[in-house]
């Protein structure tokens, strides 16, 4: 029986939904192009240990003694000490070999426990890591002089201060949003926002009024066409998913099955796209049991506001 030829394995991961691989597989198109397999971690944040992230762990569980783990870039891999104390002991223990594909790490295999790449690795880590933390001290910086210099940060806004004064004063006139909203060619949404900043409107402090209330935005010639119960997208906080896994109520089980799970750092929350209803009805059945701790108390308040913010702009 022959022995099985080593195998290159392809990893590939960036950290927003707003960036892609592009460049990465650039860097990898021959391995690509051999059919090398490919296992990635998509919208993922380098924060989350290497071997803690779903694609990684998944290379691990496929891979055997004598792969090679190819990436474009070390900082796509690990990008703090932490990680790399980690993740080495794990390569090494299962025989895997760990390279970057061009420059000047390109002909190291940095999975290697002799002294000289210990050294290599350890310091190239502490620098991806001191160069994430000056990007984060610098964006913080950044934003509180933009706000210091009186700058609106954000997109543009579609209405002039003269028209959202205008929108004010005739909301509280009686006008509907949507009603609005056509008078000036915006989204309702954006109507909504400035009433909000004006403070014209206010989120009910009990939530079971979403429940059954009706959508006041219509009243004047829209009640028929609205949605009773619109749909919304909220983010739910990951220890309020672990709470409602097994709650008894179908619509909210289902709700969760079909979220998106987002990580963030090393937390995570499952975006749910669902009826207010199923979201308020979230809020209700999750509220005991995370009462018992600081925890969930912090994790309720923040996934109630969502509830309610989702609500106001529904």
Do not use: W
Request: proline residues 4%; hydrophobic residues 45%.
């Amino acid at each position: 029986m022959s022995e099985r030829d080593p195998v290159d394995r392809v990893y590939l991961r960036h950290s927003t939904d707003k960036q892609t691989d592009a460049r990465q597989r650039h860097a990898l198109r021959p391995l690509l192009a051999a059919g090398a397999p490919v296992y990635e971690d998509p919208a993922t944040s380098s924060r989350i240990l290497s071997i803690d992230r779903e694609g990684f762990q998944k290379l691990l569980a496929e891979a055997a003694v004598g792969d090679t783990i190819r990436i474009a870039d070390a900082a796509r891999l690990f990008r703090s000490v932490a990680d790399v104390l980690a993740l080495r002991p794990v390569l090494s223990r299962r025989g895997l070999h760990l390279r970057v594909e061009s420059g000047l790490l390109s002909g190291i295999d940095l999975a290697a426990t002799d002294s000289g790449t210990t050294m290599v690795v350890n310091v190239l880590a502490s620098v991806l890591q001191f160069q994430r933390e000056l990007i984060a001290e610098n964006t913080v910086e950044g934003v509180a002089a933009a706000k210091a210099a009186g700058k609106t940060l954000g997109r543009p806004s579609a209405l002039s201060e003269e028209q959202a004064a205008d929108v004010v004063i005739a909301y509280r006139e009686g006008a509907a949003v949507k009603a609005l909203a056509r008078q000036y060619g915006v989204d309702p949404r954006t109507v909504r926002r400035v009433l909000d900043d004006a403070g014209v409107r206010e989120v009910p402090d009990d939530l079971s009024v979403l429940l059954d209330c009706e959508d006041q935005d219509d009243v004047g010639g829209d009640v028929q066409g609205a949605a009773a119960d619109p749909v919304a997208v909220v983010d739910v906080p990951g220890l309020v998913a672990e709470h409602l896994v097994d709650v008894a109520d179908d619509a909210v089980r289902q709700a969760l099955a079909e979220g998106q799970t987002i990580r963030r750092g090393q937390g995570h929350s499952v975006r749910v796209t669902a009826p207010v209803s199923v979201h308020a009805a979230m809020t209700e059945h999750s509220a005991t049991a995370l009462m018992q701790s600081p925890a969930g108390r912090k994790a309720h308040r923040i996934h109630a506001a969502r509830v309610a913010a989702a609500r106001t702009t529904s």
